[in-house]
């Protein structure tokens, strides 16, 4: 058997055994977890969506349903999935406008991760006969790969059905 490359001794959620913290009201930056990316010469598109995502509507207390997508070019970090879940579940009980949970789902992977580019697309299920759909985006400008990034992204943009294999 091969041993993998990837450095994941500081990593909490996965694979400690015990039982899963689930905190369905409090999103914050301490439940992402990261971990290295053994490849940050070479910009490379993560793609990873939450498609039961739920929060709660200020106003209302009215449930809000929809798939949150988080696209990114990593850095030097690469999200871990079950805490990027984790993360998702905490917000099933947080009341706020889906506007400004796709914003601030951005300010908190940009801060944990420090991607090339990252960019939160929140794909709400219609309320009142109302679709709501939210894209919040980031570049990383000072950095010397910020050119190549911009040209990838924007291919990335183009490319039609690009979740199939």
């Not at 039961?52 to 798939?67: A, I, N, V």
């Not at 219609?126 to 291919?155: C, M, N």
């Amino acid at each position: 058997m091969s041993k993998s490359q990837d450095r994941t001794g500081h990593l909490k959620s996965l694979g400690k055994g015990g039982q899963t913290e689930y905190r369905m009201d409090s999103p914050s930056t301490d439940i992402l977890e990261a971990f290295p990316n053994n490849y940050p010469g070479r910009p490379y598109i993560v793609s990873i969506s939450f498609p039961e995502y739920t929060s709660l509507c200020p106003m209302t207390g009215q449930p809000d349903f929809g798939t949150i997508v988080m696209e990114y070019i990593p850095n030097e970090k690469v999200v871990e999935s079950k805490s990027f879940k984790l993360y998702m579940f905490a917000y099933r009980n947080h009341k706020s406008f889906m506007e400004t949970l796709t914003n601030t789902m951005l300010d908190d992977f940009v801060e944990v991760l420090d991607p090339l580019w990252c960019r939160v697309k929140g794909i709400f299920a219609p309320r009142g006969a109302t679709d709501l759909h939210v894209f919040a985006e980031h570049f990383k400008k000072d950095s010397p790969q910020y050119e190549d990034v911009r040209e990838i992204v924007s291919e990335w943009k183009r490319e039609a059905r690009k979740h199939e294999a």
